[in-house]
């Protein structure tokens, strides 16, 4: 395993990473930076460590979300080509429906942890 130094938000880390992973970690590192600079530019939050909770929840969200919005893709293009009940999109719907409560009910948990901070959102 190397050593590979990157910096995220202009701060350098020096992180461990398997061998032949450095370009999937440079992209995870970019994904994050550019994520916690939109969240830091913003303007409404200032605390490093709010912005890397919300950059955090942000990429976990769409990470959730990808495998979701796959089927719903799927179903959406085949009720183009051919007229299917209205049963999975509702179902579909209900997912995303309950994964934005997930996400609602944890930033209500991180809230409650950092209180004393003020709120996230």
Do not use: F, W
């Amino acid at each position: 395993m190397k050593q590979v130094e990157v910096t995220i938000l202009g701060q350098s880390y020096l992180l461990a990473c398997p061998d032949g992973g450095e370009a999937l970690l440079q992209a995870a590192v970019a994904a994050v930076d550019r994520e916690m600079s939109g969240i830091r530019d913003a303007g409404k939050v200032k605390a490093r460590e709010r912005i890397a909770v919300l950059a955090a929840l942000n990429l976990a969200y769409r990470l959730a979300e990808a495998p979701r919005a796959a089927p719903v893709a799927a179903v959406e293009s085949r009720e183009r080509a051919e007229p299917a009940p209205h049963l999975e999109h509702a179902e579909a719907s209900e997912a995303r429906r309950a994964a934005a409560a997930q996400v609602e009910h944890l930033i209500a948990r991180l809230d409650e942890a950092l209180n004393e901070d003020g709120r996230l959102l």
